[in-house]
């Protein structure tokens, strides 16, 4: 079974810098698509970033720049700088096991799921 464990969430003042991390359990990464996305109170999830097997990526409008997304083996990373306020959300990584890897940033394009983890920025 596929899972998901998210981590590296917390506070941080606005223009700090944040790490987050995402531990797919017993699969390589080269299984799978994978992909950060974020929910902020109100608002529906949408994507940040995707990365596929070879390591090519996809940035959302809002995150080019600012945010990076990586893999290893079994870790994927999303490094995030100079936060601002509007990225106070919960966070989720996203795997999809498929063939082909669009680096899609559409959440109902993935299977699996982690439980999220909360990143709040103050002014």
């Known amino acids: 079974q596929v899972q998901l464990v998210e981590s590296g969430g917390g506070s941080v003042q606005a223009g700090g810098s944040l790490r987050l991390s995402c531990t797919l359990s017993g699969y390589s990464y080269r299984r799978f698509c994978m992909g950060w996305f974020r929910q902020a109170p109100g608002k529906e999830r949408e994507g940040v970033a995707a990365?596929?097997?070879?390591?090519g990526t996809t940035y959302a409008h809002f995150a080019l720049g600012r945010f990076t997304i990586s893999n290893a083996a079994y870790s994927l990373v999303l490094q995030m700088n100079s936060v601002v306020p509007e990225d106070t959300a919960i966070y989720y990584c996203?795997?999809?096991?498929?063939?082909?890897?669009?680096?899609?940033?559409?959440?109902?394009?993935?299977?699996?799921w982690g439980q999220g983890t909360q990143v709040t920025v103050s002014s």
């Open positions: 990365i596929d097997r070879d390591g």
């Open positions: 996203a795997a999809k096991s498929t063939v082909a890897c669009p680096r899609s940033l559409l959440p109902e394009q993935y299977d699996y």
